[in-house]
């Protein structure tokens, strides 16, 4: 079974900067996109970035556009999330998937525990 580990949230001010990791297991991670998605508390699960196979496009949503970078290293079967000028309305619990390029959480599954960020004012 593939599965995937998320890690480095923790809690920033405002303005402040996180980066997360996702370290998957299985040999096909590079045959997937990589979409990372946020959950706050009585909310759903909310698009945040995705990216292609290859690393070379990605799609983001306009909360986090100019904010936030998504990348990957398929030598590691890691994927990252660049967050910059963190905002509290940031503040979830971040979610990283496999599957197939969208901004919708149900084409992606092998899912994460998530890990916390959470960014105060």
């Excluded at 996702?22 to 759903?44: D, I």
């Excluded at 986090?64 to 590691?76: E, H, L, W």
């Excluded at 092998?110 to 916390?116: D, K, L, N, R």
Aim: aromatic share 12%; hydrophobic share 35%; with cysteine.
């Amino acid at each position: 079974q593939v599965q995937a580990v998320e890690s480095g949230g923790g809690l920033v001010q405002a303005g402040g900067s996180l980066r997360l990791s996702c370290v998957a297991s299985g040999r096909t991670f590079s045959y997937f996109a990589v979409g990372w998605f946020r959950q706050a508390p009585g909310k759903v699960r909310e698009f945040v970035a995705t990216i292609t196979t290859d690393g070379q496009s990605a799609t983001y949503a306009d909360a986090v556009k100019g904010r936030f970078t998504i990348s990957r290293d398929n030598a590691k079967n890691t994927a990252y999330l660049q967050m910059t000028n963190l905002k509290p309305e940031d503040t979830a619990v971040y979610f990283c998937g496999q599957g197939i390029y969208s901004t919708s959480a149900g084409t992606y599954g092998a899912w994460g525990q998530g890990t916390q960020v959470t960014v105060s004012s």
